[in-house]
């Protein structure tokens, strides 16, 4: 197997820094291979057989194909455009000894600390700047090793091997400079942007791993990169959307924001973005709100997000008998108490398409003593009711400031994403068939 879209991919992660690069790379995309811009507050005009995308807030996009003829449902690939990250506080400066300046920080999502230490680091996000009487939005990725986060040696700190604690406020300070308090973090994003301090409003800015992606591993059958969760499942998405136009459903790549930190945004699976659109695509086809729940109700979703891969070091983490491998194929995840929406119905589809696309599937649970993560798919159901299985490509060190995957599941969720929204699938309530 070529690792043609493993490269691929990790050229999308390195230009993808921050959410906000994320959906302007999906727009660049989109937009080159014809699909149209559309904007929340201005009306719809849809034709059948064109392609769209809307986004929210910067962060988050849904991209859409209407089908040439006939229109009976949705067909949904689902994904988020956030990691872990240390976010940079408002007046970020601390000065010691009026040499060391520090930036304080905060911590987005559950990341692992420890990870992001004694690496380069730089910072990513969006400026909000004055242009004249207009305000305007600006994305910066200060291009440069700009910090590291410096241990603590073990001459001060014998007993780091045997477990530490870190304290957010105190450990997790990024080194900036030795300028002292000469240095002004504004402005040297003013400096980067070119424009004055005076004109930048406010920021929502984060530091990042510089790390690049990689390729590696005896046979190269390793990708590790930043943000691996969750970008690999949304630029397979993506892909799949890009080669979509078969299917009589309509298409629909969703990337939602702040899943890491639970959704609870506009811009989040919990907000009403994805119902919203779904609606507006109804109204534009000049259908009724009750062709739109019937339309729902043949609907489906696949809620992509990574799994965690067997590790070769700590095998009893792993349930005994639902453990995953990474290059084995697509993940689809279970469990009792609904944190994942799998059920019976829904697997069988994705085993149905996944069969119809030659890509091996596995099955993952935890371990019945170790209480598990959630992800967007039930999330996105309280607004949307659809048939939904939630699914991911097995991977190590999730969270970690720098993660792992393989090379072959890249493919493998590209394969699966084309043929899906290449598929027209139709319910007669839990029976199907994926023509």
């Not at 956030?82 to 400066?93: G, R």
């Given at each position: 197997m070529s690792n043609k879209y493993a490269q691929e991919l990790i050229e999308f992660l390195d230009k993808s820094p921050s959410p906000f690069h994320v959906i302007a790379n999906m727009e660049k995309e989109l937009s080159e291979n014809g699909f149209h811009p559309l904007c929340e507050n201005e009306k719809w005009d849809l034709k059948q057989g064109e392609g769209y995308y809307v986004t929210r807030n910067s962060s988050s996009i849904i991209a859409f194909i209407i089908p040439k003829e006939g229109f009976n449902g949705f067909q949904i690939m689902a994904s988020h455009s956030?990691?872990?990250?240390?976010?940079?506080?408002?007046?970020?400066?601390?000065v010691t000894e009026n040499s060391y300046v520090t930036l304080n920080v905060e911590k987005y999502g559950g990341l692992i600390c420890s990870t992001w230490f004694d690496r380069p680091l730089s910072v990513a996000g969006r400026v909000m700047v004055r242009n004249n009487s207009k305000v305007e939005e600006r994305l910066i990725d200060i291009d440069k090793d700009l910090l590291?986060?410096?241990?603590?040696?073990?001459h001060m700190n014998r007993d780091v091997n045997d477990g530490y604690k870190y304290n957010a406020q105190k450990d997790m300070l990024p080194l900036l400079s030795m300028g002292g308090k000469d240095v002004k973090f504004k402005e040297i994003v003013a400096e980067y942007l070119g424009v004055t301090e005076n004109e930048i409003l406010s920021m929502d800015l984060q530091c990042y791993n510089r790390e690049g992606g990689r390729i590696w591993g005896l046979n190269d059958e390793f990708v590790s990169s930043r943000r691996l969760d969750?970008?690999?499942c949304a630029y397979s998405s993506l892909r799949g959307i890009l080669a979509a136009g078969k299917s009589k459903n309509a298409a629909v790549h969703c990337v939602f924001?702040?899943?890491?930190?639970g959704s609870g945004t506009k811009q989040g699976a919990a907000g009403d973005f994805l119902k919203a659109t779904l609606s507006r695509i109804n109204a534009a086809m000049g259908n009724t709100e009750a062709d739109l729940y019937r339309y729902i109700s043949n609907s489906f979703m696949i809620s992509a997000d990574n799994a965690h891969a067997l590790h070769p070091n700590y095998k009893e983490k792993a349930d005994p008998t639902n453990s995953v491998i990474i290059n084995k194929g697509i993940v689809v995840k279970h469990s009792a108490n609904q944190k994942y929406t799998t059920d019976a119905v829904s697997q069988a589809v994705l085993e149905t398409v996944c069969k119809k696309a030659e890509v091996p599937t596995q099955n993952f649970l935890n371990r019945s003593d170790i209480l598990g993560g959630s992800t967007l798919g039930n999330i996105s159901t309280s607004q949307v009711s659809l048939k939904t299985v939630d699914i991911g490509l097995a991977q190590l060190a999730m969270h970690s400031s720098y993660e792992t995957a393989g090379?072959?599941?890249?493919?493998?969720?590209?394969?699966?994403a084309e043929t899906f929204f290449n598929s027209t699938i139709n319910f007669s309530n839990n029976n199907f068939e994926v023509l």
């Open positions: 956030d990691s872990p990250a240390l976010k940079i506080k408002t007046n970020p400066e601390i590291i986060l410096p241990n603590l040696a073990i969750d970008l690999e924001d702040n899943e890491e930190v090379t072959a599941d890249v493919e493998y969720l590209i394969r699966t």
